[in-house]
């Protein structure tokens, strides 16, 4: 049996990033709820969000955002041999997104299949992709988080309503001659599911925002130290710190935690919202574009949420 080439090593090669054009102030919100900028802001962090038109799909996002990390990468689609797509959000289960956003991209007859992990799904899809790589079963991963949260979230119910919003984040990850991607700390708490559950297709959000909240500010510090120090990466060396967009409060909690003092620190929900799958590498690639992180530095990015489900790992950011 001839064993194929296998790489030492998995990093990001780019990212890429979509958001919708449709912005909602906290302003907006109030004219159809009871809320009001200051509330939305005192506990939740967020100012404004994205929400994506009625004919704008979580595919369509998908693609703007996969095209662009496949744009930035250099690579060609033919390059590509594995799509995964990050989800918990799509109209209908069959057919996969990641197959149909491979084709709408050119990338012929790739492997192709979606992860629901929610919001922690860019980081479990990330650590398959690097696993793939390191194993010989894929060159070129294009790894995408997108999620379309406006069409199952009840816009009168102020819990969820002013928290969720739409997105899409991507990186291509290719083979490399050191880790540009640390060991994956991931797992689950099962007994905490009912937490944030959609209970049918007729359904919408439902969120216990309190058991969340203490769950996240309690139990997922010593994840992301995990992650640290399986990446052989003290918190100090870190460049930045680039956490689930789920609340303000939970991502300056942790971060405090975690004792990444020079790190900086991923906000990107006071202007994006919660958008699941796709939070972290909407924030990582807006935070490489404005300049506040550069390539070759040192990221912890952890996600979190129902499952509840949870993974986290150290990265170079490309």
Same mark, same amino acid.
């Given at each position: 049996? *001839?064993?194929?080439?296998?790489?030492?090593?998995?990093?990001?090669?780019?990212?890429?990033?979509?958001?919708?054009? +449709?912005? #909602?102030? +906290?302003?907006?919100? /109030?004219?159809?709820?009871?809320?009001?900028?200051?509330?939305?802001?005192?506990?939740?962090?967020?100012?404004?969000?994205?929400?994506?038109?009625?004919?704008?799909?979580?595919?369509?996002?998908?693609?703007?955002?996969?095209?662009?990390?496949?744009?930035?990468?250099?690579?060609?689609?033919?390059?590509?041999?594995?799509?995964?797509?990050?989800?918990?959000?799509?109209?209908?289960?069959?057919? +996969?997104? %990641?197959?149909?956003?491979?084709? *709408?991209?050119? =990338?012929?007859?790739?492997?192709?299949?979606?992860?629901? @992990? %929610?919001?922690?799904?860019?980081?479990? /899809? $990330?650590?398959?992709?690097?696993?793939?790589?390191?194993?010989?079963?894929? *060159?070129?991963?294009?790894?995408?988080?997108?999620?379309? $949260?406006?069409?199952?979230?009840?816009?009168?119910?102020?819990?969820?309503?002013? =928290?969720?919003?739409?997105?899409? &984040?991507? %990186?291509?990850?290719?083979?490399?001659?050191?880790? &540009?991607?640390?060991?994956? #700390?991931?797992?689950?708490?099962?007994?905490?599911?009912?937490?944030?559950?959609? +209970?049918?297709?007729?359904?919408?959000?439902?969120?216990? &925002?309190?058991?969340?909240?203490?769950?996240?500010?309690?139990?997922?510090? !010593? #994840?992301?130290?995990?992650?640290?120090?399986?990446?052989?990466?003290? !918190?100090?060396?870190? @460049?930045?710190?680039? !956490?689930?967009? @789920?609340?303000?409060?939970?991502?300056?909690? =942790?971060?405090?935690? =975690?004792?990444?003092?020079?790190?900086?620190? &991923?906000?990107?929900?006071?202007?994006?919202?919660?958008?699941?799958? %796709?939070?972290? !590498?909407? @924030?990582?690639?807006?935070?490489?574009?404005?300049?506040? #992180?550069?390539?070759?530095?040192?990221?912890?990015?952890?996600?979190?949420?129902?499952?509840?489900?949870?993974?986290?790992?150290?990265?170079?950011?490309?």
């Amino acid at each position: 049996m *001839r064993i194929p080439d296998i790489a030492p090593g998995a990093k990001v090669l780019a990212l890429g990033h979509y958001q919708p054009s +449709n912005v #909602v102030t +906290n302003d907006d919100l /109030a004219k159809t709820m009871d809320t009001n900028d200051e509330w939305i802001q005192s506990r939740v962090g967020i100012k404004e969000r994205r929400v994506a038109g009625a004919e704008e799909s979580v595919e369509d996002m998908a693609v703007q955002a996969g095209g662009k990390a496949l744009a930035a990468s250099g690579l060609s689609a033919g390059d590509i041999d594995l799509v995964i797509v990050a989800t918990c959000t799509l109209e209908s289960q069959i057919p +996969n997104a %990641a197959a149909v956003v491979a084709h *709408r991209l050119g =990338i012929k007859s790739p492997g192709a299949f979606d992860v629901n @992990a %929610a919001c922690a799904g860019f980081c479990f /899809a $990330l650590g398959v992709a690097s696993s793939a790589i390191r194993a010989g079963s894929a *060159r070129h991963v294009l790894v995408i988080g997108a999620e379309k $949260l406006s069409q199952w979230i009840d816009w009168t119910d102020r819990s969820t309503a002013v =928290i969720f919003a739409d997105g899409a &984040g991507a %990186a291509v990850v290719g083979p490399s001659d050191t880790p &540009g991607i640390g060991p994956v #700390v991931w797992g689950s708490s099962g007994d905490k599911s009912d937490a944030i559950i959609i +209970n049918d297709r007729n359904d919408s959000l439902h969120q216990e &925002g309190q058991t969340v909240f203490r769950w996240a500010t309690t139990a997922l510090h !010593p #994840v992301a130290k995990e992650a640290c120090e399986r990446a052989g990466v003290d !918190p100090s060396e870190l @460049a930045a710190f680039v !956490p689930h967009q @789920a609340n303000l409060r939970i991502i300056e909690a =942790i971060a405090r935690k =975690i004792g990444a003092d020079q790190a900086v620190i &991923g906000r990107d929900i006071v202007t994006a919202g919660n958008t699941s799958a %796709a939070s972290i !590498p909407l @924030a990582l690639s807006r935070m490489l574009e404005r300049g506040e #992180v550069r390539s070759g530095q040192l990221a912890l990015i952890l996600g979190f949420g129902a499952g509840l489900t949870y993974a986290g790992q150290v990265i170079e950011i490309p």
